[in-house]
């Protein structure tokens, strides 16, 4: 009896997500062709930047620079947010959907060996608002280490009372939470607001919420700023210049060559991917890279390279002999529904993850380094829907699912997901062809450097220590211990074991950055190197990633990049610090309202 209604709910589940789907769709068909609220179309106007992606740096420098008085003209190649996006706990039905670009890497040499054709999907927000629409909402500032010996010569900061995110910590959670903390503080692990405290710890997650909705920076673009124009669908291909001086863009909106053009500055916000992409299309990049492609070239400047990525692993991997309450059957139910939307409270506020923890890695050196290893719990596994929407988001092939997880579908797994905050591998970006239609070739050589792995090991080897706690223990917990198909020449649970199962379950952490690095590409202003008027400010400039997840530290970069423009005695200034100097001083003199 209790088979059959699982099978029940596991059918209704298909058919919501069918629905679910198409209603997206239709969404953005109908943003397309019928909603005029983003489409201001006259060709060749003028104005003082052109910002390109409204992602969570470039809707916050928007909002920014035209309240200043700036005529600003925002263009982003996905349409407007429909109805029924803010719903947190829907977070993963939008990824792979027409919100999404869709990415995915070239095959994999030595990682991602589980998933179809050794490729990892590469979810990037195509929407107002971009990946912070699409991301899991996790609220991480990091670690101090990250961002030492700030800039003494940027004096201006942003008033540490503006914010431009609601960060929300009284989330609705499961008994999964609190019995992951108090496991971590039997290990002698700090419990506590590791973004307060900035230490290594374990902390409830912080959301990136209001009144149990999303909030993502988009938001900040209210239709009464005078100075503000914002254009979606709009698909820009190449940036406009003069003698190495941004003029504007050229974009296409329903098949309709547009230019726009900028007296002050273009400003790139298309992200770790887009900009680069962009930079090359219109002659900065590689020489050899471009002239193979018979791209002009205006500038040579390492665009593309340095491409690094948080990695985990771990799905899965934990069971309890207990049911939490964020499964299917509770997300279907009716009264969570009314609870969410009458309320603003239940499961449905939840985007997946509850806790999050940063620790060192036996490779780290404690005292001096960051940490090395975080941990994201999730309460709800991907074999908890049968198959059914998350291994295909995540690109996991059917033998895998069928023969590994698919065991685990009426158990109640957990994932306690090691990732890998500072690889040592890294990849590139290349163009494909010079057709801005063309998806860029993205490389990030995922475990090409073998401490990678180990750093990857270390963290099972804690989350095996965690679920041996006594406060994991009243949960049941217990490591799964079925043989990963691929890997059964190994003895279970010794280091070749997990080496094979880590390059076999290898998945992006949704953090792409560096391939416009200040130091590289950009200076500390944000200006691509070598040019004048043209600058760069999103994930791709970023010369390390920070110990966590990377949207707090966008969203920083883009208020400090606001406050310099708008106050341009900065940019006259030629500063001598060093290119993580300056990622320091943005970050903590851009304090977050908590």
Same mark, same amino acid.
């Given at each position: 009896m209790i088979f059959i209604l699982?099978?029940?709910?596991?059918?209704?589940?298909?058919?919501?997500?069918?629905?679910?789907?198409?209603?997206?769709?239709?969404?953005?068909?109908?943003?397309?062709y019928f909603n005029w609220s983003y489409n201001d179309m006259e060709n060749s106007k003028l104005y003082d930047y052109v910002i390109v992606g409204a992602g969570s740096a470039g809707s916050v420098i928007a909002a920014r620079l035209s309240k200043a008085g700036e005529k600003t003209l925002l263009l982003e190649a996905g349409g407007a947010v429909p109805p029924f996006l803010n719903i947190p706990v829907l977070t993963p039905l939008l990824q792979q959907s027409v919100f999404d670009w869709q990415h995915v890497t070239v095959p994999?040499?030595?990682?991602?060996?589980?998933?179809?054709?050794?490729?990892?999907?590469?979810?990037?927000?195509?929407?107002?608002?971009?990946?912070?629409?699409?991301?899991?909402?996790?609220?991480?500032r990091g670690h101090i280490a990250d961002y030492t010996n700030w800039c003494p010569d940027l004096e201006e900061s942003v008033d540490k009372e503006t914010s431009s995110l609601n960060v929300h910590c009284d989330n609705w959670y499961t008994d999964l939470s609190d019995a992951i903390l108090n496991g971590a503080a039997e290990l002698g692990q700090n419990v506590g607001n590791i973004n307060r405290d900035l230490n290594i710890g374990f902390m409830k997650v912080e959301l990136t919420s209001k009144d149990g909705e999303r909030w993502s920076t988009d938001r900040l673009l209210h239709r009464d700023i005078e100075k503000l124009t914002v254009i979606a669908n709009a698909h820009v291909n190449k940036v406009l210049l003069k003698e190495k001086k941004a003029v504007g863009v050229e974009f296409e909106k329903l098949g309709t060559q547009l230019k726009a053009f900028a007296t002050k500055g273009v400003?790139?916000?298309?992200?770790?991917?887009?900009?680069?992409?962009?930079?090359?299309?219109?002659?900065?990049?590689?020489?050899?890279?471009?002239?193979?492609?018979?791209?002009?070239?205006?500038?040579?400047?390492?665009?593309?390279?340095?491409?690094?990525?948080?990695?985990?692993?771990?799905?899965?991997?934990?069971?309890?002999?207990?049911?939490?309450?964020?499964n299917i059957l509770n997300v279907l139910n009716p009264l969570s529904a009314f609870n969410y939307f009458?309320?603003?409270?239940?499961?449905?506020?939840?985007?997946?993850?509850?806790?999050v923890g940063t620790l060192h890695s036996t490779k780290s050196n404690r005292k001096l380094d960051p940490p090395d290893i975080q941990l994201m719990v999730m309460p709800v596994g991907i074999s908890q829907d049968g198959g059914i929407a998350l291994r295909k988001i995540m690109g996991i092939s059917d033998e895998v699912f069928r023969d590994y997880f698919s065991p685990l579908t009426h158990e109640t797994a957990v994932s306690i997901l090691p990732v890998l905050l500072h690889p040592k591998s890294s990849g590139e970006i290349r163009l494909q062809s010079s057709d801005p239609a063309a998806p860029p070739i993205i490389?990030?050589?995922?475990?090409?450097?073998?401490?990678?792995?180990?750093?990857?090991?270390?963290?099972?080897?804690?989350?095996?220590?965690?679920?041996?706690?006594?406060?994991?223990?009243?949960?049941?917990?217990?490591?799964? !211990?079925?043989?990963?198909? @691929?890997?059964?020449?190994?003895? &279970?649970?010794?280091?070749?074991?997990?080496?094979? #199962? /880590?390059?076999?379950?290898?998945?992006?952490?949704?953090?792409?950055?560096? !391939?416009?690095?200040?130091? @590289?590409?950009?200076?500390?202003? &944000?200006?691509?190197?070598?040019?004048?008027?043209? #600058? /760069?400010?999103?994930?791709?400039?970023?010369?390390?990633?920070?110990?966590?997840?990377?949207n707090a530290v966008v969203v920083m970069c883009a208020e400090k990049a606001a406050r310099l423009l708008i106050n341009k005695k900065f940019l006259k200034q030629r500063s001598q610090c060093h290119m993580t100097d300056f990622i320091q001083y943005l970050f903590y003199a851009s304090q977050v309202k908590n």
């Open positions: 699982k099978y029940s709910v596991f059918i209704i589940y298909g058919i919501l997500i069918f629905f679910f789907v198409n209603y997206l769709k239709f969404a953005d068909i109908y943003d397309k994999q040499k030595h990682a991602c060996k589980g998933l179809i054709n050794n490729q990892s999907k590469w979810p990037m927000g195509k929407i107002l608002g971009g990946s912070g629409r699409l991301n899991y909402m996790a609220y991480v400003i790139l916000c298309a992200g770790a991917v887009g900009t680069p992409k962009l930079l090359m299309l219109s002659g900065i990049g590689p020489r050899d890279h471009l002239k193979g492609l018979k791209i002009k070239v205006v500038q040579n400047l390492p665009v593309g390279q340095n491409l690094v990525d948080h990695i985990l692993t771990g799905l899965d991997l934990v069971v309890l002999n207990t049911t939490l309450p964020l009458f309320h603003g409270k239940g499961p449905w506020t939840s985007a997946g993850i509850e806790v490389d990030p050589k995922y475990l090409s450097v073998q401490e990678d792995v180990e750093v990857l090991i270390d963290g099972i080897q804690f989350v095996k220590k965690l679920i041996r706690t006594r406060a994991m223990q009243k949960l049941g917990a217990t490591l799964y !211990t079925k043989h990963y198909p @691929s890997c059964k020449e190994f003895s &279970f649970d010794t280091s070749e074991y997990w080496e094979c #199962y /880590v390059r076999h379950v290898t998945l992006t952490s949704y953090h792409p950055a560096g !391939t416009c690095r200040i130091g @590289s590409v950009v200076d500390e202003f &944000f200006r691509v190197y070598s040019t004048e008027n043209l #600058y /760069v400010v999103d994930a791709s400039v970023l010369p390390v990633l920070p110990s966590g997840n990377i």
